[in-house]
């Protein structure tokens, strides 16, 4: 399993720009889908395994669900992730390769996330 790997920079320039005397810039990218979101979903799938639950679900536009998928899969939890359908979704290939269950939904992105907590609600999934 590949952890989360952030690396942080002084970033000297813009304390000269600034004035400030520390500036620190984190790099997300070395999170195994290389965003923040890993953050959030690995706690959320931990918390999921612990209450019992075989399924996790998500709205969402991209990052997070990607993120969601992978961390289901690494802790044997089925994925279900509530995508716009209007949404061009650059991770969509990513998330069914981690096993996800992608749904397309009529409406926007408030609408994926209202869904997917009725989803899991009726379904007793757990919500992220």
Known sequence: MKHINNLFFRAYGLEDL???GRIF???E??????TQKDRAAVLHAR?????GFDTITVGTCGNYGA?????ASLNGLRSVIFVP?????????EMRE???????????YEEAVK?????????GWYDA
């Open 29 to 34: 990218g070395g999170n195994p889908t290389g």
């Open 47 to 51: 918390r999921a395994v612990e209450k």
């Open 98 to 108: 981690y096993g996800a269950e992608i749904v397309r939904i009529n409406g926007k």
């Open 18 to 20: 600034f004035g400030f």
């Open 25 to 27: 810039i984190k790099y």
């Open 67 to 71: 993120s969601i998928a992978y961390y």
């Open 115 to 123: 869904l997917s907590s009725i989803a899991a609600s009726r379904n």
């Open 85 to 93: 359908r209007g949404y061009l979704l650059l991770r969509e290939r």
